[in-house]
């Protein structure tokens, strides 16, 4: 029972638009604060000793909340996500990565999207304060910011809840 409640919920917004994932728990204190409606039932039942509620894997709010345009914040975890946890140097896939700055900082590189690849310890040692002319090392991909879609903010809950996936295409 205690995993069923802090399992994952899909928010949509009132025009259906995917806003954020939260526990069980809380949304099913907000579909019985009648702030939020369901939308689609992926996990069966909950049952107390009187009543039965649908477990919640959808909710859609019930009021429109106005936000801003979601971008993804940059952190060393987002970049290893954004280079699918791969060596930009040498290719190899691992989670024991490092982050690299193509300029380094001691050369005037920015903490940017643009400037920053995960490298393995290797590529990192190798390369050192250098350039990637001077070190001979170039990165496997251009780096760029990644695009703040539905798919990319949602896509880890996505191999256990593949009944999300017609809300969050096309977002």
């Avoid at 949509?12 to 939308?39: F, I, Q």
């Avoid at 909710?59 to 940059?74: C, F, G, H, Q």
């Avoid at 699918?84 to 140097?89: F, S």
């Avoid at 496997?140 to 999300?164: C, H, I």
Wanted: aromatic share 8%; charged share 20%; with cysteine.
């Amino acid at each position: 029972m205690k995993t069923l409640l802090s399992a994952p919920v899909l928010i949509l917004n009132a025009n259906y638009e995917p806003l954020n994932v939260c526990s069980m728990k809380r949304a099913l204190t907000l579909m019985y604060s009648e702030k939020a409606s369901l939308v689609l039932n992926g996990r069966g039942y909950i049952r107390t000793i009187s009543k039965k509620y649908q477990a919640p894997s959808v909710i859609r709010l019930e009021n429109m909340i106005k936000r801003p345009r979601p971008i993804v914040k940059l952190s060393k975890a987002e970049v290893f996500r954004r280079d699918n946890y791969t060596c930009q140097y040498c290719g190899t896939k691992t989670t024991n990565l490092t982050i690299d700055h193509i300029i380094p900082k001691h050369l005037g590189g920015a903490h940017t999207w643009d400037n920053l690849v995960a490298a393995c310890p290797r590529c990192n040692h190798k390369k050192g304060g250098k350039t990637c002319a001077q070190a001979n090392m170039r990165p496997m991909k251009k780096p760029k910011t990644p695009d703040a879609s539905a798919v990319y903010r949602f896509g880890r809950y996505l191999t256990v809840n593949q009944e999300w996936l017609p809300f969050i295409k096309g977002w």
